[in-house]
């Protein structure tokens, strides 16, 4: 290539940079540095956010925790939780709905986790499913520090799709009131599907799915507004701990089946 082109293309190249300096920082941030680390130090990133959970968080006071998992995203390695701007939003609803019966897919380190439980209505449980087993564990102690107990939060180990429709004789769960989507954005909509088809959402059920703008599930959202069997919004945010990159949490409401 001639330096002549070269130079042609360089302005093009700057605007790239400029335009997408915010997802550059993102891969930086949540991809780069957590690989580099990783094998630096021979644990992962979930771990080492709860090390210093432990070392900074007060035991038993949910709220504490979450504000030490955000300082800790904020300032040392990124995590893909809800985050705090979503996660008054998921309260906000929540307390709006004060749901019973409650089900999370994708617990991951226990942030959402702990953010749902701590909103629960008296004598409410919450179901919450993580596929990784590492992400499992970490998720246990972190839930426990917060001082849930089996009896409120129930962690449940294993893929989505294989533990669906096994939770109303395995797990006692007739039905959800309130479900948490915050796993594989490309699993939403196969695991929307997969509940209604095992009857597990309530009559008037809400669900929330996190990320819906970014990375995305267009498929998701494209079946939530066109099936007719939701009311279906989206709240816009941004993504969590990248405040210029947009984001949004949708918000379905279950009219029944069609």
Not at 165 to 185: I, T
Not at 192 to 214: C, K, P, Y
């Amino acid at each position: 290539v001639s330096p002549a082109i070269a130079l042609a293309f360089l302005p093009f190249i700057v605007t790239l940079l400029i335009r997408y300096r915010h997802y550059l920082v993102l891969l930086y941030r949540a991809v780069l540095v957590a690989w580099l680390r990783d094998r630096l130090t021979g644990t992962s990133r979930e771990q080492r956010a709860f090390q210093y959970v432990l070392a900074h968080a007060i035991p038993g006071d949910p709220h504490h925790i979450l504000q030490t998992f955000d300082q800790w995203c904020y300032h040392c390695e990124h995590l893909s939780c809800v985050g705090p701007d979503k996660g008054r939003i998921v309260e906000r609803v929540l307390l709006e709905r004060a749901p019973l019966r409650v089900l999370e897919l994708g617990t991951y380190c226990g942030y959402g986790t702990v953010l749902l439980a701590q909103g629960l209505p008296p004598g409410a449980r919450l179901y919450t499913i993580e596929g990784d087993p590492r992400h499992a564990a970490v998720a246990e102690k972190v839930i426990r520090l917060a001082g849930f107990s089996e009896e409120t939060v129930e962690l449940i180990v294993g893929p989505s799709e294989e533990v669906i429709p096994h939770l109303r004789e395995k797990h006692g769960l007739v039905n959800a009131n309130f479900v948490f989507m915050d796993h594989w954005k490309r699993s939403y909509l196969r695991d929307l599907r997969l509940l209604e088809s095992h009857q597990l959402l309530a009559e008037g059920a809400t669900i929330l799915a996190d990320n819906v703008l970014f990375p995305g599930a267009p498929h998701f959202l494209q079946y939530a507004k066109t099936c007719g069997k939701y009311h279906c919004k989206v709240h816009r945010a941004s993504l969590e701990y990248f405040r210029a990159i947009p984001d949004g949490i949708a918000e379905l409401r279950y009219t029944g089946t069609h």
